[in-house]
């Protein structure tokens, strides 16, 4: 199994536990949970394949993922009621999909041999749009644009450090590691210490 | 004319009139109908045909579809006012929608020896997201999301009796026919009788 | 430098400045405006390119696209507090954006030798659905969608001018002059004058 396979089993894992958590709060039935965790889990990676041209799709050419996804749905909605906050679980749960999902991002580009800035928006797509799918569609305020937060900015940060260990390695492991240990610790700290980029704030045009 | 053509135009014919339906609810003029009309009637399929690298997608290659969906917006935009409840006629047209959608779906992946779990999926996706598309543009609350109601569910209930058929029959038409008939049933007892799955209940955490 | 080229850039360009304003009002930090004018630039190119199966999709395949909404983000970061009202902005660039896109959509598929409807079609769905996008991640109501406005209209009429002039020349240049000079005198007239169709009124119905 490549280091893209796992990474992409991961991040459809718990992208789809997130989807789930988001149906639960939705309060939908069991077939919600799973349309909900099949379009968080497989969203951003889809969007990466149909824009790189990579035929199948991903989860088209292996059922695995969507296995994977329905038993996340299954699991969440008999397990759900026993934890206290879902939507603390949802922030946590879903940092990890983005830290495993960016470096997945840019695993794919890199393996068709794409320039290093493709290689970072693969990686911040694939990191940020399932998620924004999933807000979209059942009306939640997009965690990607929640206002003095970081996440674009924590999936960027990542792709990027992960561009900077392959100007000196050749190795892949490495950099897809750099990658998720960087968006991950941003990610962490902005919901542990608060963590943020200054936002910007309108003042009065000037006389 | 294949059954599939054929699923694609009634498809394409019914899903049309409920985007001007939902374009008459949010008072447009007549090429918001058509916008609406064209987005709904062909987003389902469009995602499948991209998902399934089917080129060049379907109404791409045949102009009748856009034409036929033109026409539904029309007829719509001059008759809609007649009709008592605009609502329960998007519910009902929209059910007949999903009802064709579905096979239409799994008919495509059908064609292109595609293993079961993705024909099964793209009949889903097909029925589900034009719709889907049409109720997140004009901000109204998603039907595939609707809580204590079979929507997806009645979707893949009808995909799988189509499967069920398929391991029977080399026959494509009993497969479509069994797949539109269970969507249909399980849509319209949703909306008649209330028929619904247990839909997901936050109990308190365990002590 | 082709035309389409040329057009491409411009529309990335102000879309990408309408995204940001976007951003501003939702007061983003600098990476949520970067991540808004990207989406909101290349959205409506990428659905074309997709569904016209041009490979790669155009800012895969030149990375100066990208480069362009970066620098549109970081100019109305620093900027968009020096304007009176950002709101009168963003309509006025959309506009701008619009008739831009609806020629830059109709070129790629005039260059691909498409039949004259989807040509239309494709002018349309490049000009609008940038926007779109920008306006449902961001849970604006839809530009697109605005009552008693010509958006799709203008985008409409400007295609259709430019599909008569193509009867009359096998010129490329009269054919986008035309399309855009159309599509910005219809948005800006009903910016300025209130031009509209009329919008659909429900009636009571028949006895």
């Known amino acids: 199994m490549t280091a893209l396979t796992l990474l992409d089993y991961a991040s459809v894992l718990i992208f789809a536990l997130t989807g789930a958590l988001v149906a639960s709060r939705a309060q939908l039935d069991i077939v919600g949970f799973a349309f909900m965790a099949c379009i968080t889990a497989v969203g951003g990676g889809t969007v990466r394949d149909v824009l790189l041209d990579r035929n199948p799709v991903f989860w088209v050419g292996n059922l695995t993922y969507i296995f994977i996804a329905l038993g996340a749905a299954v699991f ?3 397990t759900a009621h026993k934890v206290e906050s879902r939507y603390r679980w949802l922030l946590w749960l879903d940092s990890f999909a983005l830290a495993v999902a960016v470096p997945a991002g840019m695993a794919a580009a890199m393996v068709m041999l794409q ?4 290689i970072v928006l693969m990686g911040v797509a694939t990191g940020c749009l399932g998620g924004l799918m999933r807000d979209v569609v059942c009306n939640e305020v997009p965690l990607v644009l929640k206002q003095g937060e970081l996440y674009a900015t924590a999936a960027l940060g990542g792709a990027l450090a992960g561009l900077a260990v392959m100007q000196m390695t050749h190795l892949t492991m490495p950099v ?5 240990a960087t968006t991950w610790g ?3 700290g902005s919901l542990l210490f608060g963590w943020q980029l200054p936002v910007y704030k309108s003042r009065p045009p000037r006389q």
């Open 76 to 78: 969440i909605y008999f």
């Open 176 to 180: 897809l590691i750099a990658c998720a």
């Open 186 to 188: 941003l990610r962490a």
């Open 115 to 118: 320039p290093g800035p493709i």
